[in-house]
């Protein structure tokens, strides 16, 4: 995988978590980068969130470095304001830069007191194995309850030079729009200015994260940063700015479907297609319904074919529609019809739901030309063991 120039990352163990697994990571800009963030809706904000929201207006959009640790929140603690100050203060002194231009995250287990020496013993070690070749590194080190590391990227070229972007980000559990429940941190080596990052990331965030359901839950630390460094020597005119746009939604969308993919407990990958209705967010409201519905959830989980709860999770979604003009499709097999059943082979569908994706449509008999598309997973008996020992 191809990664933007001027970027160099690294990770390492800082004792943050019970096993001795990478528990903290580092992305370096080599010149401060402009940046755009989007952050929880939740009003419960860890120390980390507040910080960044801080450090990102002080220094008008600029930030050098990424500081991140898995294994604990730092939230709803009586010391999470101070050791989020005193970790960014420890980097920002390694790294030669200001305070305000390190952008601090962090994940894991809420209301646990974190040790601020954990972190800031670790930033020498952190800081002398910057590499451009530890992304991999880094995006392993953000993980909790994941099975896999998430990365994507893309390559683009505007007049014979090339441009890249790649993204890497974490999550499996307690993810609902309202920014999911991810650490998300995209870089790309264009030189654009912060206020072109966030007219870019916020469409981007509105199609990926912002489409994804696990469980409902939305966390305390999401956030995702977009990162731009100038590092390949080209600035984008208004067209290739459209092409990085889609760049840009592309890397976001494969991360978004790869957290779904990989929900904890899941074995099934769901997404859903709700278009023909009278406005986008019609489709939108109905496609999160079912992505939400726990009904729908196991069903899928047992390859079965219950449309009904399909249309009911719609019928409840807040979105005006007449039923009689709903088609679902499961698979790209027509199960209901005009909102009644149509006819298919059961036994069939059943063989083609037991696989690792599952496609389900709301096709609308309306005038409506809009699509909407969430993502979600199955929901097992996975989830609640996973979750049931989760602080033990």
Request: aromatic fraction near 6%; hydrophobic fraction near 40%.
């Amino acid at each position: 995988m191809k990664l933007p120039l001027g970027y160099r990352y690294a990770a390492a163990y800082a004792g943050i978590r019970k096993v001795k697994q990478d528990d903290v990571g580092l992305i370096y800009s080599e010149k401060p980068a402009q940046a755009a963030a989007v952050f929880t809706q939740n009003l419960v904000q860890a120390a980390p969130v507040r910080l960044a929201r801080k450090n990102l207006a002080d220094s008008k959009g600029r930030v050098s470095a990424v500081l991140v640790n898995a294994g604990n929140a730092n939230c709803a603690t009586r010391t999470g304001d101070d050791v989020a100050l005193a970790s960014c203060k420890a980097a920002a002194k390694a790294l030669k830069t200001k305070r305000e231009f390190i952008f601090p995250a962090s994940t894991g287990v809420i209301g646990v007191e974190l040790d601020t020496q954990l972190l800031t013993n670790a930033i020498p070690e952190l800081v002398s194995r910057l590499s451009p070749d530890g992304f991999e590194a880094v995006a392993k080190a953000i993980m909790t309850t994941d099975t896999r590391m998430k990365v994507a990227a893309e390559e683009l070229s505007f007049s014979g030079k090339p441009v890249l972007v790649a993204g890497m980000t974490k999550g499996s559990g307690m993810i609902h729009p309202n920014m999911a429940t991810t650490l998300g941190f995209i870089m790309t080596d264009a030189a654009l200015t912060a206020r072109q990052l966030r007219e870019m990331l916020l469409p981007a965030i509105k199609n990926s994260y912002n489409s994804l359901t696990v469980d409902g839950d939305t966390s305390t630390n999401d956030t995702v940063v977009l990162l731009a460094n100038g590092a390949s020597g080209v600035q984008p005119g208004s067209s290739e700015r459209t092409a990085l746009q889609e760049a840009i939604n592309n890397v976001t969308e494969s991360l978004a479907e790869q957290i779904a993919a990989d929900g904890e407990g899941a074995r099934k990958l769901i997404v859903i297609r709700a278009s023909g209705f009278r406005t986008e967010e019609d489709a939108r409201k109905i496609a999160r319904a079912v992505a939400s519905s726990p009904l729908v959830k196991t069903a899928m989980a047992g390859n079965d074919p219950n449309w009904g709860r399909i249309l009911s999770a719609a019928g409840y979604s807040g979105a005006m529609f007449d039923p009689a003009n709903v088609d679902i499709f499961l698979q790209d097999v027509l199960v209901c019809r005009q909102g009644l059943a149509a006819d298919y082979d059961e036994d069939d569908l059943k063989k083609s739901l037991d696989s690792a994706e599952v496609q389900i449509r709301l096709r609308y008999a309306g005038r409506g030309k809009t699509e909407a598309r969430y993502f979600t997973c199955d929901l097992t008996e996975g989830y609640i063991q996973i979750n049931g020992s989760y602080r033990t």
